[in-house]
């Protein structure tokens, strides 16, 4: 398709186009995905909107700093596997990006048109790129350089220990991956839902990695089935990168929280992404049957979304969303929120759990709450929520899930002591490098900077395999294109 | 994938099953236990290490059909194989030469405690065994512990074999009987390990238990598994599954373990009318 000609007036007439999406009655039922992406003249109309900016501003507001207006006006030309490829100089993984980042605080908020209209549809657009190219069989397999003979461990398979595996394997050297679960992926496989991420996607990434030649094990624990050190000495390995993410669910530490009915964000999604209970007994896992019932998500995050959505399409008759201060401070992505409401999610904001009730038999039956309201600004500058006298009331719910974040594994902690950790567990590192503080070892995403982005976790992968690869060979280089 | 060497039928319903793991066989410490998942539509079960053979490769698992998928484990041949296996998990028993150690295994509990009893034995502790069992034909691991005890005694609550009543009485009467007992390991049904914590607790002494909650993961990512101890909530998957017996609420473990009773009845009916069909 040739480059459509079109003039200034005309481009600022053209509204940001929608994402097609699944009807919100009809989707709140299944597990198949919301959006069902652009079509490739939706996505033209949307990538004319680019004003292609001189010095594009877009550009700073990504963690990886994507050449947003070269792709989209490969876009607007119609060469849709020219876009997927541009993308793909510096995002490995821009399917999953485009679906999952939150643009609006990043790209599109930098973009010039945000000001005055809306930005342009930056992560639809990405997302198409990389979707055409997938389902098209145009995925090409990038060339592999020379061997290195040095070989490299990854532990951990989400988008941190992807990308890192991603690059070094294509510098040369040879790359393990292992990881803990019988699954590859990480919070991208146990955690995001498939309503938001086809699983399918994340498993097209990992069998292109396959082909490029890394070795995945399953089932392999570092600090239980492997140690660092042994990885090092035994297993003649010359670098180790840790990327295992914040997996160690918090708690709200008040009364009630073991009863029966009461979970973490982590094994609720877990039981139904990972070991796919909405298949229950076609697959063996149960979990808590929310046919009928009211359960309540205690969180404002992305997981605290997906938990709620999750169990809204299994059934719950009122699924909330409780959160202690006001829905502007919600750190989950602005599309999640709206979706979640379309879908019938019940918002309680200002509200403070302060203890769960149940039964004889020990089942949940109920949240006894406090009612906030908006007090001064607290150190980051949020509205910090102060509780309103006597205004306790019982929510009642039969279900309660816990998303207020996580904390860090202390399995590799206890079994690698050398490793410098911070205050709250996290691996300490060298940003420039991602270099901990023992020798050829390594670390990124989640585990270092706590619950973060898929996108911070990947740049981070990126970064220590950019370390890595000049550590071992003693070359400067670009990042692999 | 993973290699089934042997299995056989130690009592009715308990099956002693070899398997192919090296990297865990080498590893692995007594108190320590594999999650399994033995088809891709599986769950995730942990199972004790009851014994290894780090030259051959192995591990040996003891199985007792509970629900759908120990006994689906339990329909396993040598020559088969399962999906998924992944440890060694959990924080091993803390071993040490504390005296004069009783282990307690109840039911199935003995081949948890098995392994612990060697170890015990291996640090140059006087080790003492009671093994309960419902009847004679239940008893397991009789000779094997007999092999690693400077006492053994076998419990039967009918009286088929043994002394006639529960593990707690006999452990009670080797105290009465004025032998000094250093430490207890105490590895069963949940009333049994909550009845001997009574037992023990009057005399101060020290006394483990391990615990079997649900879990999920088994890698302390979902907390499914939480146990309070001492008012504190542990994971027992991480810190544990051993814990002081003194510190442990037995009544909550007991609630959670409800929490899918008539899903795992409903799965337990649909696997048992497959079975039927075949
Ligand atoms: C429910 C949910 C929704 C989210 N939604 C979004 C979103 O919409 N957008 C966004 O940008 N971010 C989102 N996030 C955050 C994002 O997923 C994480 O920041 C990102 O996945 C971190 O990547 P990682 O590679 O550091 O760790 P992870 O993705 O956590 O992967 C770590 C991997 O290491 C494995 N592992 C752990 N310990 C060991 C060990 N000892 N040995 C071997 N392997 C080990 C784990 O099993 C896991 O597979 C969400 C997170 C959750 C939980
Ligand atoms: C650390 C640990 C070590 C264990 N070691 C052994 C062992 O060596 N040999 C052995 O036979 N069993 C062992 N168990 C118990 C075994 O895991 C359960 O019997 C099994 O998960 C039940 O699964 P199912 O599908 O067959 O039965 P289900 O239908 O799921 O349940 C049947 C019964 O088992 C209980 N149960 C369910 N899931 C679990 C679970 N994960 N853990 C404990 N009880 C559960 C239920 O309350 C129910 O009463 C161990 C458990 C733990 C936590
Ligand atoms: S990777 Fe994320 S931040 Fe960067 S351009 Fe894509 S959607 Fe925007
Ligand atoms: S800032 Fe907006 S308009 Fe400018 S190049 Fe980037 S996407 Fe296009
Ligand atoms: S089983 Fe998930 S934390 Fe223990």
Not at chain 2, 58 to 70: A, D, F
Request: charged share 25%; glycine share 10%; aromatic share 6%.
């Amino acid at each position: 398709m040739a480059t459509q000609h079109i003039t200034t007036k005309e481009r600022f007439a053209i509204p940001r186009q929608e994402m097609p999406a699944q009807k919100a009655d009809v989707r709140n039922k299944n597990f198949k995905e919301v959006n069902l992406g652009y079509t490739p003249e939706l996505a033209q109309k949307e990538a004319l909107r680019c004003i292609q900016c001189k010095d594009p501003a877009c550009i700073k507001g990504c963690p990886v700093n994507i050449k947003i207006d070269q792709f989209i006006k490969l876009i607007a030309d119609g060469n849709f596997l020219g876009a997927a490829r541009k993308i793909k100089e510096d995002n490995v993984l821009p399917a999953i990006c485009g679906r999952v980042c939150p643009q609006e605080d990043q790209c599109e908020k930098t973009c010039i048109l945000t000001k005055k209209h809306t930005s342009v549809a930056i992560g639809n657009l990405e997302r198409f790129a990389a979707d055409y190219e997938r389902e098209t069989g145009n995925v090409e397999l990038p060339t592999v350089k020379a061997s290195t003979g040095k070989k490299i461990a990854v532990i951990g398979s989400g988008p941190a220990g992807l990308s890192c595996a991603n690059d070094l394997i294509q510098l040369g050297h040879s790359v393990t991956v292992f990881e803990a679960l019988h699954e590859l992926g990480g919070v991208l496989v146990y955690g995001i839902p498939e309503f938001r991420l086809p699983k399918e996607i994340v498993k097209s990434e990992i069998d292109g990695l396959k082909k490029l030649g890394v070795n995945f094990i399953t089932n392999a624990v570092a600090g239980r089935s492997i140690t660092v050190d042994e990885l090092l000495k035994e297993e003649g390995f010359d670098a180790v990168f840790i990327g295992v993410g914040a997996g160690l669910p918090w708690f709200l530490g008040i009364p009630g929280e073991n009863l029966l009915g009461v979970y973490s964000a982590n094994e609720f999604l877990t039981r139904v992404n990972l070991m796919k209970s909405y298949q229950f007994p076609e697959n063996d896992t149960p979990v808590f049957n929310c046919k009928g019932k009211n359960v309540a998500v205690f969180g404002g995050g992305n997981t605290a979304m997906d938990a709620v959505r999750t169990a809204k399409r299994l059934g719950a008759e009122h699924a909330y969303i409780v959160y202690r201060r006001s829905e502007a401070e919600m750190p989950a992505r602005l599309e999640e929120v709206h979706h979640a409401r379309e879908e019938g999610i019940e918002f309680l904001m200002l509200m403070n759990p302060l203890e769960f009730v149940g039964n004889e038999q020990q089942w949940l039956t109920g949240a006894k709450c406090l009612r906030m309201e908006l007090g001064e600004p607290d150190e980051s500058g949020r509205r910090r929520p102060v509780p309103i006298k006597g205004s306790e009331f019982i929510l009642p719910i039969d279900m309660a899930v816990i998303s207020i974040g996580n904390g860090s594994n202390p399995l590799i902690k206890q079994t690698t002591p050398d490793i410098e950790v911070s205050k709250r567990d996290t691996i300490v590192v060298d940003m420039n490098t991602m270099a901990t503080s023992k020798d050829d070892v390594y670390a990124g995403g989640d585990i270092v900077t706590g619950g973060a982005t898929v996108i911070l976790a990947m740049g981070a992968g990126r970064t220590a395999a950019k370390a890595i690869h000049e550590k071992l060979t003693g070359i400067e280089t670009v990042q692999p294109v | 994938m993973h290699k089934i060497v042997s299995a056989i039928f130690l009592a009715e319903n308990i099956k002693k099953i070899e398997i192919e793991a090296p990297r865990i066989a080498k590893k692995r410490k007594a108190g320590q236990f594999i999650m399994i998942r033995v088809g891709q539509s599986g769950e995730r079960v942990p199972l004790t290490i009851a014994d290894s053979d780090p030259e051959k490769g192995t591990i040996t698992i003891i199985v007792q059909g509970m629900g759908k998928s120990t006994r689906e484990l339990n329909t396993k041949e040598a020559g088969d194989t399962i999906s998924d296996i992944v440890g060694p998990l959990g924080t091993p028993s803390h071993i040490e030469k504390f005296g004069t150690a009783v282990s307690i295994g109840g039911g199935v509990g003995t081949a948890i405690a098995y392994p612990t009893a060697v170890a015990l034995k291996e640090a140059g502790n006087y080790v003492i065994t009671i093994n309960g069992a419902r009847s004679k034909e239940l008893v397991i691991l009789e000779n094997e512990m007999k092999a690693v005890s400077d006492e053994a005694y076998i419990t039967t609550d009918d009286g088929s074999y043994g002394f006639h009543g529960f593990v707690t009485q006999k452990l009670q009467e080797l105290i009465d009987s004025g032998k000094t007992i250093d430490y207890v390991l105490a590895i069963g049904p949940i009333p049994m390990m909550r009845a001997i914590a009574e037992v023990t607790r009057p005399y101060n002494i020290k006394t483990m238990v391990s615990l079997n909650p649900i879990m999920v993961d088994g890698t302390g990512m979902c907390g499914g598994c939480r146990v309070t101890v001492d008012n504190q909530i542990k994971f027992a998957c991480v810190d544990g599954p051993e814990f002081d017996a003194h510190q442990v609420d037995f009544t909550n473990l007991t609630d959670r373990n409800k929490l899918y009773l008539p899903e795992e009845k409903k799965s337990a009916e649909a696997f048992a009318h497959k079975c039927n069909l075949q």
